[in-house]
């Protein structure tokens, strides 16, 4: 089936459509202009479509989100729907409940959607910008590999580590983000890696 039309729309059409189709066969023309006429309007019909990978956990899993609003025109997306993706090869359009309620975590209050700092003797939260917190976490970072890289174990052994920083990754990514994230992260030399999958 066309991934657009789900399997309630087509149930509607059908329906609607067997409907109208045998009440104007027995001669009741207008009332087929009627049973379309109270068809539900599907609720996806002028959605906007984004594949995207489901936030929880490490299997990964494709949704679609279904969203309001004209991107093209400056206008803000509103996402109001997100099911499983029949496409991915992971879920085949299944979610297990804690992404069949996706849509709450989308919209809660207290989900955190910019970068924020607690400076030093600060007891509150300020918000800053992303240039700000990457050009902070980079600086953070060279500083402390620069104090802490170890060239050589102590018997002389050539060994390149930073173990005095860790890095903490989504497993809920691609296989070439991933292969990216990975090859940088050892690239430093830091040996304390890990995701929310524990691989
Ligand atoms: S839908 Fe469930 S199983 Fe799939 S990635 Fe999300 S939390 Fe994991």
Not at 2 to 26: P, Q
Not at 56 to 84: Q, W
Not at 126 to 133: F, G, L, P, T
Request: aromatic fraction near 8%; include cysteine.
């Amino acid at each position: 089936m066309n991934i657009e039309v789900s399997r309630r729309h087509f149930m509607e059409l059908a329906g609607a459509g067997v409907a109208g189709s045998a009440i104007a066969a027995m001669g009741f023309g207008e009332a087929e202009a009627e049973v379309a006429a109270h068809a539900r309007p599907f609720k996806l019909a002028s959605a906007t479509e984004t594949r995207n990978t489901c936030t929880y956990c490490s299997v990964a899993c494709g949704i679609i989100m279904y969203s309001r609003g004209d991107l093209k025109k400056g206008e803000r997306a509103d996402i109001y729907h997100i099911e499983g993706d029949a496409d991915h090869p992971t879920n085949r359009g299944t979610l297990c409940p804690k992404g069949a309620a996706l849509l709450d975590f989308v919209k809660s209050q207290t989900r955190t959607r910019y970068p924020q700092i607690r400076r030093p003797g600060s007891n509150t939260f300020e918000r800053i910008s992303w240039q700000e917190a990457l050009d902070r976490i980079a600086r953070l970072m060279k500083d402390d590999r620069d104090a802490n890289f170890m060239a050589v174990n102590g018997d002389g052994t050539t060994v390149n580590r930073w173990i005095s920083t860790g890095f903490l990754a989504a497993s809920a990514t691609t296989n070439e983000t991933a292969w990216c994230t990975y090859k940088v992260v050892r690239a430093t030399g830091m040996l304390v890696f890990d995701n929310q999958a524990r691989v």
